[in-house]
């Protein structure tokens, strides 16, 4: 499975972006999907990630206000609205995919696949 995302630049801060991310090959499964960041010298972390039907979501508790994940109408693609961004959600956006049957719980480690990520900056 490929996963490429989109969608990053650069915004003002209190601006919005929209990442969109979209699975390939071996695509006849539906996964649970997700987005994390990454900021040089730190851990990836995770931001949301939504399961493989689209009714559960799971979100860092710091971003849950102001970000919003969502699977689009294509199979295994999914988006990540971001509102009233700061300069601190600079980072590299990577989008993630994990088999259904996995919890939404994982670590970052226990995902199954991983997009190349988009630069986010937010400039200040």
């Known amino acids: 499975v490929q996963l490429q995302a989109s969608g990053g630049g650069l915004v003002q801060a209190g601006g919005s972006l929209r990442l969109s991310c979209a699975a390939s090959?071996?695509?006849?499964?539906?996964?649970?999907m997700g987005w994390f960041r990454q900021t040089p010298g730190k851990e990836r972390e995770k931001v949301a990630v939504v399961s493989s039907t689209g009714g559960r979501t799971v979100y860092a508790d710091s971003l849950k206000d102001r970000f919003t994940i969502s699977r689009g109408d294509a199979k295994n693609t999914v988006y990540l609205q971001m509102n009233n961004l700061k300069s601190e959600d600079t980072a590299v956006y990577y989008c993630a995919a994990a088999r259904a049957w996995k919890s939404l719980l994982l670590t970052t480690a226990e995902w199954d696949y991983w997009g190349q990520g988009t630069l986010v900056t937010v400039s200040s």
């Open positions: 090959g071996r695509t006849n499964s539906v996964y649970n």
